[in-house]
């Protein structure tokens, strides 16, 4: 049955496949146009994508890697991301599947050619080892004029994430408008990553890490970083 909610929803995902913002994807569940699935990628240069923020030296790169960047293996040296110690991960390029583009990956060996630097596994420096987080998005028949629950799959530390996975962000709640679509909401949370609001916390350890303590929060997301690379 096709209803205004159903149709909405159903540009959404057009849209989403035309024209995906940076770092994340999301696709409808089997064939519920009501349930999705999506992945978000942590941004560049925090410590969501495996780095660091600007002047924290817990995770200071060698100068050796300062400008080293990640580039494309041939196919036939990738393995399955379950990243052993010592072996080298590096980022494909965005390949597209229902769940949009994959995680880092494994390579058995050197990219044959020229030189082409790579990132290891044990020191993460870099944002090719960018944290992949999980989420789900459960709309309803009032869908766009009332937001969908979302909700992390993926273990989260930060200050507005609840341990379930709710997301304490002002678009999904009181702020939310008819005009947000399913990217506009993904990229809201995309940013609410490393800018949260420690004033309205769900996570009151993060929280009070994240105003106190910038150098440990920064090391428990990390943790949530590599764990994300190997969660179910």
């Given at each position: ?15 989403l496949q ?20 999506a ?28 400008d080293?960047r ?34 880092p ?11 082409s ?8 420096p870099h ?6 987080f ?6 309803t ?22 341990a ?37 916390p769900a ?12 150098r ?12 994300s690379?190997t969660?179910?």
């Amino acid at each position: 049955m096709s209803t205004p909610a159903r149709k909405r929803l159903m540009r959404d995902f057009k849209r989403l496949q035309q024209d995906p913002p940076a770092g994340i994807s999301g696709a409808p569940h089997d064939n519920n146009i009501m349930l999705w699935n999506a992945v978000i990628f942590g941004p560049d240069d925090t410590p969501w994508d495996g780095g660091r923020l600007m002047g924290d030296q817990s995770r200071a790169p060698s100068p050796a890697r300062l400008d080293t960047r990640c580039r494309p293996v041939p196919q036939s040296i990738v393995v399955p991301l379950s990243c052993p110690a010592g072996v080298p991960r590096i980022r494909m390029p965005y390949m597209r599947d229902r769940f949009g583009p994959a995680p880092p990956t494994c390579v058995t060996a050197p990219a044959t050619g020229p030189a082409s630097p790579i990132c290891d596994c044990t020191s993460l420096p870099h944002r090719c080892a960018a944290g992949t987080f999980k989420l789900t998005l459960q709309f309803t028949e009032d869908y766009p004029n009332k937001p969908p629950v979302v909700r992390f799959v993926s273990r989260m530390f930060h200050p507005n994430i609840y341990a379930d996975g709710s997301i304490c962000l002002d678009i999904l709640q009181n702020q939310w408008s008819p005009i947000y679509d399913v990217a506009a909401i993904l990229t809201s949370i995309q940013s609410l990553l490393c800018d949260p609001n420690p004033n309205s916390p769900a996570n009151s350890e993060a929280a009070r890490l994240f105003s106190e303590n910038k150098r440990e929060y920064n090391r428990k997301v990390r943790e949530i970083v590599e764990q994300s690379w190997t969660a179910d």
